[in-house]
């Protein structure tokens, strides 16, 4: 639960890296956005570039928050107590009470729902952050051709 707290902070930061600088870019006069990029040792075409690269990393962040895949199927309780041979119509745990929600698949090798969601939202992270990586190159490769 901790992990999937962090994956959205870490989604959340790299929408809000993206966002703020452009909105700040677009209502703030052009002086004043100058001065303050200057005194902050940037200037606005690196904010253009470096936004990308930031929201990529934080978005692997969260992407790697996803991992490791196993399955949801909870074979141990969190007090410990080994479930393996629990009855599928159980509710709670037999050694701490603690209510459980077990999704039982019909193979081993088979993944649960939760799990194969899981994938999915990765992969879709993972293809995110390089469409980032991509527009970040983008953006220094027209900086770079319109400074020449």
């Known amino acids: 639960m901790i992990r999937k707290r962090w994956a ?18 677009a209502t703030l006069p052009r002086t004043t ?6 005194s902050l040792g ?4 690196d904010i253009a570039v470096n936004i990308w690269f930031i929201s990529a990393f934080l ?3 969260a992407a790697l ?5 196993k399955e949801e199927e909870a074979w141990t309780c969190d007090c410990g107590y080994d479930l ?6 159980s509710e709670n745990c037999p050694e701490c009470g603690k209510s459980l929600q077990l999704e039982w ?3 081993q ?19 995110i952050m390089s469409a980032f990586i991509c527009l970040g190159l983008i953006a220094k490769w027209l900086v770079k051709v319109a400074g020449a």
């Open 8 to 25: 959205l902070l870490c989604l959340a930061l790299a929408l809000l890296v993206i966002v703020v600088p452009w909105v700040m870019f």
């Open 33 to 38: 956005m100058y001065q303050l990029t200057r």
């Open 42 to 45: 940037l200037w606005k075409d």
């Open 59 to 61: 978005v692997f962040v």
């Open 65 to 69: 928050l996803q991992f490791p895949f």
């Open 84 to 89: 393996s041979f629990l009855a599928p119509e």
């Open 105 to 107: 698949t019909a193979t």
């Open 109 to 127: 090798i088979q993944y649960s729902r939760k799990t194969i969601w899981r994938i999915r939202l990765t992969a879709l992270l993972f293809f």
